[in-house]
């Protein structure tokens, strides 16, 4: 698990480190706001494209495999990122294409990540501790979110942006050769408890007839919608409608997820507890609902509240609660999924990040003609919308569909 968070953590910092750099890749590069947006643009469809099949390949091929290959990728891509534009690769158009080429490649790797990370805990960890387990992974995103900014702009003001690349490749190709020696002797075994049950696998595209993993991703959209709003727009909205000061807003974009780093593995044990003791349809029910209608209260209140500091600590407890959504909708979806469970997770996660996208597009149209308030609020509602979906949603017994735990 400490492997599998780490390359959750990975993951986070690869993908927000040209955020950060953005400001003077544009500089050097000749790209204006627009360009710049194609490119993280790309990333997203890379990323939201590939869940499935990455998923479904997790499934047949092992998820140590799998992860290490995709590990593999997105260190190239990423040193790529650093080298290409602007130095082998003339500014202007053509480090544009370049760049939007390497992060599609760089989304499209990173797919891998969530998908194939749940199929490993349904391969190495009790069904009991799924919940617990996948939290450790949602605490290295927290912390990631928190703590990547600030850390790659520290790397970039001393060293410049192109560094900042290569010391981030140089850490995930020092992870990816940790993940091997330590799951390298144990691929084999993996893909054997894979094969574990009663009979073959269904075929890859069976959860998508299945009417439950429908029905969790569609609820997951509407969580990802939520979230999406928070991840790019929370700043901003402290800037421009608390004139909240630019240093200061961004230390409170950051106190949503050092509070996530707590609350998710509170959320993890309650869930699996409630699992055992009534059953994994209640028990990952009763975290998912909490927490999405404490997370849309929080967001009302967040935005109505006339208090700088209550509005803080509202909108933080708002994205706090939401991403202890998280342990409930991945252990469903192994639960869902048995032996299919990276590509029900695939599914699930392409929903989400489609989510994303439908979020990113429309919650400025919604700022610029209904302002603000109304942009959070009709958030909030589509929490509900999520919450609601779940009792809908029932994790039925697989007897002799869950692949074996392999020993440590």
Not at 156 to 170: E, H, I, K, P, T
Not at 265 to 271: D, K, Q, V
Not at 373 to 402: H, I, T, Y
């Amino acid at each position: 698990m400490v492997l599998l968070s780490a390359f959750s953590l990975m993951a986070y910092v690869l993908r927000m480190n040209i955020s950060v750099a953005s400001p003077f890749m544009m500089t050097e590069l000749q790209l204006d706001k627009v360009q710049m947006g194609r490119v993280f643009s790309a990333f997203m469809l890379g990323y939201a494209l590939f869940q499935v099949p990455w998923g479904v390949s997790g499934d047949r091929l092992g998820p140590g495999r799998i992860l290490g290959w995709a590990a593999i990728a997105w260190t190239v891509a990423t040193v790529l990122t650093g080298l290409l534009p602007g130095w082998l690769v003339p500014a202007g158009t053509a480090s544009l294409v370049v760049l939007i080429v390497l992060r599609f490649l760089l989304g499209a790797s990173q797919a891998a990540a969530y998908p194939v990370a749940a199929r490993a805990i349904v391969n190495w960890m009790s069904p009991t501790s799924r919940a617990t387990s996948f939290s450790a992974l949602i605490v290295a995103m927290a912390f990631g979110s928190a703590f990547t900014p600030p850390m790659v702009s520290w790397a970039m003001a001393n060293f410049g942006w192109r560094v900042s690349f290569y010391v981030c490749a140089l850490l995930a190709l020092a992870l990816t050769v940790a993940w091997y020696r330590a799951a390298g002797s144990r691929l084999d075994t993996i893909g054997d408890a894979a094969a574990a049950g009663t009979g073959p696998a269904q075929a890859w595209w069976a959860p998508l007839k299945d009417r439950r993993v429908s029905l969790l991703s569609l609820s997951y959209f509407f969580n990802s919608y939520v979230l999406f709003m928070f991840v790019f727009w929370l700043y901003l909205y402290l800037v421009e409608q608390r004139q909240m000061g630019i240093m200061s807003s961004g230390l409170y974009t950051s106190i949503p997820f050092v509070l996530a780093m707590f609350f998710a593995p509170a959320a993890g044990i309650i869930c699996d507890c409630l699992s055992i003791k009534y059953g994994p349809t209640l028990g990952r029910r009763i975290v998912a609902m909490t927490a999405l209608v404490h997370s849309s209260i929080f967001l009302v209140l967040g935005v109505d509240v006339a208090d700088q500091t209550l509005a803080v600590a509202g909108l933080s407890l708002a994205v706090a609660f939401l991403l202890c959504t998280e342990v409930a909708y991945w252990s469903a979806s192994m639960d869902l999924g048995g032996a299919n469970s990276g590509t029900v997770g695939g599914i699930m996660n392409m929903a989400g990040n489609l989510g994303g996208v439908v979020s990113t597009a429309l919650v400025p149209i919604l700022i610029k003609h209904w302002g603000w308030p109304f942009a959070f609020q009709s958030a909030a509602a589509l929490g509900l919308v999520a919450a609601a979906l779940w009792l809908l949603v029932c994790m039925e017994e697989r007897k002799g569909a869950e692949p074996r735990a392999v020993a440590h």
